[in-house]
């Protein structure tokens, strides 16, 4: 088979621990034998950011500003016992924090959906993908504790030195007070990122926030939504066939349960937090989570929600069985050369992330998987194979399918 050739490079960010040796495996098995692959590549594991003080994630995310699309393995956020266990330089800061202020971005997370691995939801017939807004409010907040009876206030001192006030309350006794901030411009930044999401997977968009409430810090989120949907994509929306609607949280949560999916829920941070989580524990593993961090200016990073799976490298390297699901790594592999085929106008390599996507979940939809899905699966006597054992089997169907999709040669003309 011809390999499919690539006009722009691919920004490859490679990680840490069993998260690397299944990005390995699936580069070599599932994409060097079909692509020939064109990738500026960058080495964050933690050895190598510690080698460079973290130059290179920095350098990984300016090459993403440029070429527009990259693909990145999972990486150690080191925390003590980390800069203990690699001997570390310092504990750097998160790789996803650097990136991700680098590029302004948000990130969407997504369940994949197979036949046989079945939410807990059942009304769940597409998937939810979850939009959070990454800066700010409680994750930016100053905290007093109080002890004595007093006043505490909020008070802003303009440049010119003049105060406006707002009461908290009158303490007569212990208590706690809690001060959050947000931008204008983050705000709207985030809203542009949900907008240009939605209309880019073509499914309805919802924003959920408590303004019956937080009247002034809630409200002016949903009049920023408001003002940037009604000024600048409006039109497109309705050229697209879908909506965007402002929802309060408490009637977002229960129109996820009851709702069939299939469409895009920007939360406030907090209520991204905890709403990823039940999202991705309510449709049946971590590992089936796919993420994407997307910049107001329309760069694409692809990786998977999970971590570095550190429990199963270590029993991996003792010579144990590492059962774990290499899916939403080789999601992101697929969706990441969709989005550069599509950049590009690139249709063989579009069809190719295509064509590796069915291959994966037809893998799963015949029995086979990780030990992690056979806890959820419906499907009869499942076959339970390691990760490296999974890559090898998707590898054989996608050769089949390839070969069954490949447009024949032109003849030349003698
Ligand atoms: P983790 O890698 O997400 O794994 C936590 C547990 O979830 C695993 O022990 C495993 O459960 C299950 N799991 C996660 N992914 C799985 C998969 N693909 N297949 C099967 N089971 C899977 O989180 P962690 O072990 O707490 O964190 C390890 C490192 O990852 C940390 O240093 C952290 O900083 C980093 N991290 C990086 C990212 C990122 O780069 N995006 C995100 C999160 C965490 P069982 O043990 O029960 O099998
Ligand atoms: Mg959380």
New binding site residues.
């Given amino acids: 088979m011809k390999k499919i050739t690539m006009t722009t490079p691919l920004v490859e960010m490679d ?5 690397a040796i ?1 990005w390995k495996e699936t580069k070599e098995k599932l994409i060097l034998p079909f692509v020939d692959l064109n990738v500026d590549y960058y080495d964050l594991s933690m050895w190598n950011r510690d080698r460079t003080e973290d130059q290179v994630t920095i350098d990984s995310a300016m090459a993403t500003k440029k070429y527009g699309v990259a693909v ?8 003590l016992e ?1 800069v203990q266990e690699y001997n570390l330089k310092k504990m750097w800061k ?3 924090g650097t990136i991700r202020a680098l590029l302004d971005g948000t990130v969407f997370r997504a369940p994949i959906l197979i036949k046989g691995i079945e939410p807990y939801i059942k009304s769940w017939k597409e998937p939810i993908t979850l939009a959070r807004h990454a800066y700010g409010d409680l994750y930016r907040g100053t905290e007093m504790r109080i002890e004595a009876p007093g006043t505490c206030e909020l008070v802003f001192t303009a440049e010119d030195g003049t105060e406006t006030r707002e009461l908290i309350h009158r303490f007569s006794g212990p208590g706690v007070a809690q001060g959050v901030h947000n931008l204008d411009k983050s705000i709207r930044s985030f809203a542009r990122c949900c907008m240009s999401y939605a209309l880019d997977v073509k499914q309805d968009l919802v924003f959920s926030a408590k303004d019956t409430i937080s009247k002034v810090y809630d409200r002016t989120f949903r009049e920023i939504f408001k003002e940037v949907f009604m000024n600048e994509f409006m039109e497109a929306f309705e050229h697209a066939g879908i909506t965007y609607t402002y929802c309060l949280i408490d009637d977002a949560v229960s129109r996820a349960v009851k709702n069939p999916g299939g469409y895009v829920w920007a939360c406030q941070n907090y209520d991204g937090d905890v709403m990823s989580d039940m999202l991705a524990t309510a449709y049946g ?3 089936m989570m796919t ?1 994407v961090l997307v910049s107001p200016d329309g760069c694409y990073e692809y ?10 490298y270590y029993s991996y390297l003792e010579g144990g069985v590492a ?7 080789i999601m992101a592999w697929a969706n990441a050369l969709s989005k550069r085929g599509e950049l590009d106008k690139n249709q063989p390599l579009m069809d190719f992330g295509r064509n590796l996507q069915d291959a994966t979940i037809q893998t799963v939809e015949s029995g086979i998987m ?3 899905l056979k806890k959820v699966t419906t499907i009869p006597d499942p076959h339970v194979v390691t ?1 490296l054992r999974f890559i090898e089997i998707v590898q054989k169907r996608l050769e089949e399918i390839c070969q069954q999709t490949a447009i024949p040669a032109v003849p030349e003309d003698n």
């Avoid at 990145?72 to 925390?79: D, G, L």
């Avoid at 990786?303 to 199963?312: K, S």
């Avoid at 059962?323 to 939403?328: D, E, G, I, M, V």
């Fill in positions: 990680g840490d621990e069993m998260a299944l990145k393995c999972a990486t150690i956020t080191p925390n980390r998160s790789p996803n593993s971590a590992a993420s990786e998977a929600a999970h971590g570095t799976v550190r429990r199963h059962s774990t699901n290499p899916l939403a790594i990780t030990k992690d990760g």
